[in-house]
């Protein structure tokens, strides 16, 4: 008796599919068994996935035959009805006959084909490497988008877009070990502006250790002073940088993946290049992806702009002595992306609890005494393209449930029970003295 067994080849499956395995074998002889395994572990352990056993079984739902030459063919099939990532892997056929020339002695052989099963990214997203980040007014400083892949496997083509239009990178092999050590490409003077610069630095005529050379380009004169905007009770400026940058931005590039328990990937990618505000911002980037288990590429995208136009309020509107105030940013009149970084200080003094600063999007006054009355706060708010100060005044009226007087120097309220023990003691020692 012969026997041969192949498993018909199959071409990468996706995620969800129907999918059937079909093991053909030719033989001579008589059907003994037929086992389907599942090979895991690197070959270390076979699952059992289909048995048919000829000496107990006379179910031939699995198996077809025909007559072909005097030889009978078979084909056995496995179906996998909806296909996962762990059904990925290798399978094994095997089949056994009974020997023509003796019933005792059994005719092994088996076939293999490997499952490959893809699946396509589940979600894509573009942030900001090292946010919240400050604006720099005088030094130029490189940005970083990371697009960040889900999902995946293959692990998928990763490439990032501006205004649509493929971006030329140069590849990166390792991450950058840090904003400063790389230096800034195509940099000339930056614009100086003596209202910005301190005293002492203005004077010696340097900022950094360099000193402006040549006269600004005209048609920046328009950008490089503050606007600003007055609302009552509020004022609004912005800053530009005070440098110019003329030459195309030279981007670099850096792909890594790394696998996940479900047997996808994470990818992640990055652009970094030396940010230039005056033309990088309101530019549209987009990263893109391309995966053989999609049909279009997956998108997603972010638009770089510096905050401007910050909403502010404060609550209660009506401040009295001793309430508790709160100072809000609520937003802009713009999406901001990247994430701002909110400082807040009192203009001309310190905070209420004794600090130059607060970071954060909220300032809380406890127990505001009367002394704040028209104190001016200044709220910033900055990222990586650019900053913006909002100034709002604090004003505090009088609270006719608490008597004059009853304050002590933090601001905060004397008790009743205080007051009364004060009155008597005075009233003791006016008795005694008469």
Known sequence: AYLTVSIEPLPPVVVGDAVTLKCNFKTDGKMREIVWYRVTDGGTIKQKIFTFDAMFSTNFSHMENYRKREDLVYQSTVRLPEVRISDNGPYECHVGIYDRATREKVVLASGNIFLNVMAPPTSISVLAADTPAPFSRYQAQNFTLVCVVSGGKPAPLVYFKRDGEPIEATPLPEPPAGAGSWEPRHLLHRDLDDTKVP????????????????????????????????????????????????????????????????????????????????????????????HPALSMPMQAEVTLVAPKGPKITMTPTRARVGDTVRILVQGFQNEVFPEPLFTWTRVGSRLLDGSTEHDGKELVLERVPAELNGSMYRCTAQNPLGSTDTHTRLIVFENPNIPRGTEDSNGSLTSHRSFRLVLALTLTVILELT
């Open 199 to 290: 005293k002492s630095l203005a004077a010696e005529g340097e900022v950094g250790g360099w000193r402006p050379t040549a006269e600004p380009p005209r048609g920046l004169a328009a950008e490089r002073g503050p606007v600003t905007e007055t609302i009552p009770e509020t004022v609004v400026s912005r800053e530009f940088p005070r440098w110019v940058h003329v030459a195309e931005p030279i981007y670099y590039f850096r792909h890594t993946h790394a696998p996940v328990s479900d047997g996808t990937v994470e990818a992640r990618a990055t652009l970094t290049w030396t940010l230039n505000p005056q033309i990088d911002n309101e530019a549209l980037f987009s990263c893109e992806v391309k």
